[in-house]
Nanobody, 116 residues
Framework: QVQLVESGGGLVQPGGSLRLSCVAS????????MVWVRQAPGKGLEWVSS???????AYADSVKGRFTISRDAAKNTLYLQMNSLKPEDTAVYYC??????????WGQGTQVTVSS
């Protein structure tokens, strides 16, 4: 069965960095479109970044230039490198597998808190 397990969240000061990881299993990871979605306290879900099977990436304007999505097919792992973090980046971050425009499998989420 499909499993997505995130890690790497935590508490970081403004301007700091974190790298989120998502270990995937149960499907062909290397050719799948993968997405990072976040949910800030009291707010709705926000698309953050995505990468398709060809390695093409996309970013929300709010994180462009600060976050980098990548994948290691040999390790079945998706990453989100987050630099220059701001308090407004505080959220639960979810790793999501996307198929034909549908977000069909979600990880359990990892909490990122940016605060001094």
């Amino acid at each position: 069965q499909v499993q997505l397990v995130e890690s790497g969240g935590g508490l970081v000061q403004p301007g700091g960095s974190l790298r989120l990881s998502c270990v995937a299993s149960g499907f062909t990871f290397s050719s799948s479109r993968m997405v990072w979605v976040r949910q800030a306290p009291g707010k709705g879900l926000e698309w953050v970044s995505s990468i398709n099977g060809g390695g093409n990436t996309a970013y929300a304007d709010s994180v462009k230039g600060r976050f980098t999505i990548s994948r290691d097919a040999a390790k079945n792992t998706l990453y989100l490198q987050m630099n220059s973090l701001k308090p407004e980046d505080t959220a639960v971050y979810y790793c999501v597998k996307a198929t034909a425009g549908c977000y069909d499998y979600w990880g359990q989420g990892t909490q990122v808190t940016v605060s001094s």
